[in-house]
RNA sequence: GCGGGAUUAGUAUAGCGGUAGUACGUUUGCUUCCCAAGCAAGAGGUACGAGUUCAACUCUCGUAUCCCGCACCA
C-alpha cells in the first residue's frame, strides 16, 4: 500500500488536501492522471448501468437540502449520538449503548463524563444570518437526491415500473477518524441508483442486480476470488433496510474491506417522505391495477474505493532483461492515458516532425488522452508509461520516414509490433 | 477522539547542538537507431509555532498531518 501511496503522488493521481498547509485530515486531491481515471472510471459505470437501459434515469441532485429530507430519511436522528467519555481511559462509547456506572472497557466504575452529541452530518448555513432556522446539512448519503425527485421524473416520463433514478455525486460524512488513505475520507464520491418497483418483485430483482454487480467488478478488472460477499446481519443494517449485501474488495494491507453495497430499502424512504411533505408519493400502473408506493433495491458503489481497488489490484512489478519495472495493468479503459507518441531519438529534427505529426492525428482518432514524451532515452519513456498504465506507446524511427510504419509497443508484455500509421487504432 | 510511533528535496532515505548529504526523478545543453546508457551545468529540503542556547534540522513544549492499536464507521 505504501508504494502505491508513494507512486499515486509522484505520477500525479492523489495528492494530500491543503498539501501546503500541511494537509486537512481526511481529504484527498485528485491529481491529473487521477482525475482522467476517475472519470474513466465513472463513465464506465454510467454505460454499464445507465447509458442504453430504457428503465434508467439519471439526475444531479443538489448537495445542500432542506434539512426536512433529513428528518424524514431517518439521518436527523441516527447520524447524531450522544456520546460518552471513560474518565480513566478515555474510550468514547456511545451513551444508549453503555451501563451508565460501569465502563465496559477498562471495567472501572463511575468514570463517565456528561454525555455530549456528536454529529456525523457536516452543518452550514444557508444565508448570510447564522441561526436555527437557517442551519443546512451536507448531504450524508446521495440516496435522498433520488427519492425527493421520484414523483418530478415519475411526472415528467410517466416511466413504466421498475425503472431507476442514477447518480453519481459527492457525500460528506464528518467520520471521527478518517484512515487508510481513500479508503475512509470526509468527503466522497457516491455512483448509485434507486431501483423502483412492485414489492412482489423485489426478491428477483435482488438477484439480478446482485450478479450485475459482479458482472461490474469484473468488468473494471477485479479477479473473482478478490470480491466477497458479505450479508450484513439485521443488527448491522442501515435503518431502512430489510437486506443488505455489501462487497469486498481484498485490499493490501487493510484486507477485505467494502467497494459496493446492495440494499433493499424497501418502501421506507418514500412512505416516510410521503408522510412528512404530504405528497402522494404513489405509483399508478397504467394498467389501472392499484396504486402504489414503490419498493426500492439500492446498489451503490464508492467511486473512490473502486478508484483504490482498480490502482491497487493493477499495481504490477514484474523483471525486463534483469532490470524491476513497475507498471500498472489498468484495463484499457480506465487508462487515463491511451496511447504516448515517441520520436525515437530527440536530436533528429526530421523524427520529431514526423513523430508531431503521428501526435496530432491520434489526438483526433483516440478516444482519450494521447501523450507525448521526448524526455530522455526511449527506455525511460517506456518505464514513464508503465508506471502510469498506458497500454500502448508508438514509437516513430527512422523506417517510418521511409515507409509510413511505427512500433506499437504493448504495455504488459513489452512486445513491440511493426504497424502502418493508417491502421493504428486504440 | 484516546494511547503509541513518525515527519529531512517530487519520491526514497543518511546525518549532526556549529555551512544538510546520497540515490532516483526533474530542468537546460550535448550525445544516443527501441526498454531507466553516458557527459556537462542547474533548480529544489529540515511540516508549522514557541522555548532553552552564543548557536536548534538536532533538545523541550504545543499544533498539524501520516502510520499502528482502541473506539467509531447507516
Known sequence: MEDIVSLAKRRGFIYPGSDIYGGLSGTYDYGPLGTLLKRNLISQWLKFFVDGWADMYQIDSAILMNPKVWQASGHADTFSDPLVECGNCHSRLRADHVDKNKCPVCGKENTFGEARQFNMMFKTSVGPVDDEASTAYLRPETAQGMFVNFKNVVDTFSPNIPFGIAQVGRAFRNEISPRDFLFRTREFEIMEFEYFLHPSQWEEKFDKWRKDMHSWFKHIGL????????????????????????????????????????????????KNHQEHSGKDMNYRPKDGSEPFIPHVIEPTFGVDRNFLAVLSNSYMQDEVEGEKRVYLKLPKELA??????????????????????????????????????????????????????????????????????????????TEQERKKITELSF
Open 223 to 270: 479477479p473473482e476470488d478478490k470480491i466477497k460477499e458479505a450479508e450484513v446481519p439485521a443488527e448491522d443494517r442501515a435503518h431502512y433496510s430489510k437486506r443488505t449485501i455489501d462487497f469486498l474488495y481484498d485490499f493490501p494491507s487493510l484486507g477485505f474491506d467494502e467497494v459496493g453495497g446492495l440494499a433493499y430499502r424497501t418502501d421506507f424512504d418514500l
Open 336 to 413: 487515463p492515458v491511451k496511447v504516448a507518441v515517441f520520436p525515437l531519438l530527440k536530436n533528429k529534427p526530421e523524427l520529431v516532425a514526423k513523430a508531431r505529426e503521428v501526435y496530432k492525428s491520434l489526438q483526433k482518432s483516440v478516444d482519450g488522452e494521447v501523450m507525448w514524451d521526448d524526455n530522455g532515452n526511449i527506455g525511460k519513456r517506456y518505464r514513464r508509461q508503465d508506471e502510469i498504465g498506458t497500454p500502448y506507446c508508438v514509437t516513430v524511427d527512422f523506417d517510418t520516414l521511409v515507409d509510413e510504419t511505427v512500433t506499437v509497443r504493448n504495455r504488459d508484455t
